[in-house]
């Protein structure tokens, strides 16, 4: 018997994740939605509510919170608004996982609820960990919780270690990247490109941010440090290399070079289901690999001149402290003009390395970390 609170449960995952337990439910699997959150989709929500009948509903727009209350009076479903909603509904009494899918640091306050209040944390919302690493690793440490891997790189990763005798047996990480939908662009031909064709993932289908992320190359920087935190490995450990199809999701080294590799074709049902039914394996809705159709894998190093975001991301790793917060901050500010089209591409790393640099020393608590994401995105208004 499963307990879940779904964040974001109207996002790209959080459908997805709908989907999984729709599935499960279908295989005889005891799995119950107790809780559902979300920024302001109220049509789509209470769809949802009306379907998976959670206790509560957290919206985190205070308009829409009561535009919801009233679509579901007849239903007995509590409606909670703003940041306050969102973590009740995060560390929800009757749930016993929290799946974290909203996008952008909004989702550092409700990671952290989740863990206080004990549950296990199935984890999409990256920015969480780039923003307050420290914090939310040192949290689940002493509540002693289950952290499990969403993003597809990580959860490959977390499954390439299963069986692994310790850390000293382990030489690196090697994420895997698509190379977006620019992939072989020079810095010269990316000045122009358009919103419309950062927006055309190849192969993922995804919300509106990751998916400039993805064209930016920001995403697999973001990974970068979300697999440091994670799996407790250093910058210099983590390899990118880029791989087209999308097939291989991760790798890991062992000290002795043998190389083990998690595949599949690129269908996000698996790794959300495995942080779900984890370490059980159940029939899942994506399909089977067929290597013979696909013939060859490919592999490039990543293009550090034309994508600078990578770089950004691993030197602000390096320098530690809050300045992952303030490249994750400016990062979230400069996506959101270049979707409203006042700011070009190449705009976003420039934007980025300024909001680091301009990122004093400080401590890694809440308080100063949410100041770093504040102070970077009013930089990047300003200067955008
Ligand atoms: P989407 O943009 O599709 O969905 C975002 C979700 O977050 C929506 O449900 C949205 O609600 C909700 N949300 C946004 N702001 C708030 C807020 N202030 N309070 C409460 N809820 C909020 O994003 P994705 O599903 O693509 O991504 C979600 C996270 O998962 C991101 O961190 C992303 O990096 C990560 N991820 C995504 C992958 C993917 O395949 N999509 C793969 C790996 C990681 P509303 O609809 O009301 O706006
Ligand atoms: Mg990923």
């Given at each position: 018997m499963k307990n879940l609170s779904l964040l974001g449960s109207t996002?790209?995952?959080?459908t997805q994740a709908l989907e999984v337990v729709r599935n499960l439910r279908a295989q005889g699997k005891q799995i119950s939605v107790k809780a559902l959150a979300a920024h302001s989709s109220v049509t789509l929500l209470e769809t949802q509510a009306r379907e998976f009948h959670p206790d509560i509903v957290a919206v985190f727009d205070e308009k829409a919170a009561a535009?919801?209350?009233?679509?579901?009076?007849?239903?007995?479903?509590q409606v909670l608004a703003g940041m306050e909603g969102l973590c009740q509904a995060a560390a929800w009494e009757s749930a016993d996982t929290t799946l974290n899918a909203v996008v952008g640091m909004v989702g550092l306050q409700p990671t952290l609820a989740a863990i206080q209040g004990g549950k296990?944390?199935?984890?999409?919302?990256?920015?969480?960990?780039?923003?307050?690493?420290?914090?939310?690793?040192?949290?689940?440490?002493?509540?002693?919780?289950?952290?499990?891997?969403?993003?597809?790189?990580?959860?490959?990763?977390?499954?390439?270690?299963?069986?692994?005798?310790?850390?000293?047996?382990?030489?690196?990480l090697i994420l895997t990247a698509s190379g977006g939908p620019f992939f072989g662009k020079s810095r010269e031909e990316l000045k122009s490109v358009t919103r419309e064709q950062a927006l055309r993932h190849p192969n993922?289908?995804?919300?509106?941010?990751?998916?400039?992320?993805?064209?930016?190359m920001m995403n697999k920087g973001l990974e970068v440090i979300e697999a440091s935190w994670l799996f407790g490995v250093p910058e210099d450990r983590i390899d990118v290399v880029i791989h087209r199809e999308s097939i291989i999701h991760s790798m890991i080294q062992y000290r002795d070079n043998a190389v083990i590799a998690q595949l599949g074709l690129p269908d996000m049902a698996v790794p959300i289901q495995y942080a779900l039914t984890y370490p059980e394996r159940l029939p899942s809705p994506a399909g089977e690999l067929n290597l013979w159709e696909l013939q060859k894998l490919t592999?490039?190093?990543?293009?550090?001149?034309?994508?600078p975001c990578l770089e950004l991301c691993r030197e602000a790793l390096r320098r530690g402290g809050l300045v992952p917060a303030a490249a994750n901050g400016a990062n979230e500010q400069a996506?959101?003009?270049?979707?409203?089209?006042?700011?070009?591409?190449?705009?976003i790393p420039r934007l980025v390395e300024s909001a680091m640099d301009r990122q004093k020393p400080g401590n890694v608590t809440l308080e100063e970390v949410l100041a770093a994401d504040r102070e970077a995105r009013e930089f990047v208004k300003a200067a955008g």
């Open positions: 996002g790209s995952i959080g535009s919801l209350k009233v679509c579901l009076r007849d239903t007995g479903i296990t944390l199935a984890l999409a919302n990256k920015e969480t960990l780039v923003a307050g690493g420290s914090m939310v690793m040192e949290a689940v440490r002493r509540g002693g919780v289950k952290l499990l891997p969403v993003d597809s790189e990580h959860s490959a990763i977390f499954q390439c270690l299963e069986g692994c005798p310790g850390e000293a047996a382990l030489d690196k993922w289908d995804m919300g509106a941010k990751i998916t400039i992320d993805s064209a930016t592999f490039f190093p990543p293009d550090s001149q034309a994508f996506v959101l003009l270049f979707l409203e089209g006042k700011i070009g591409f190449l705009d």
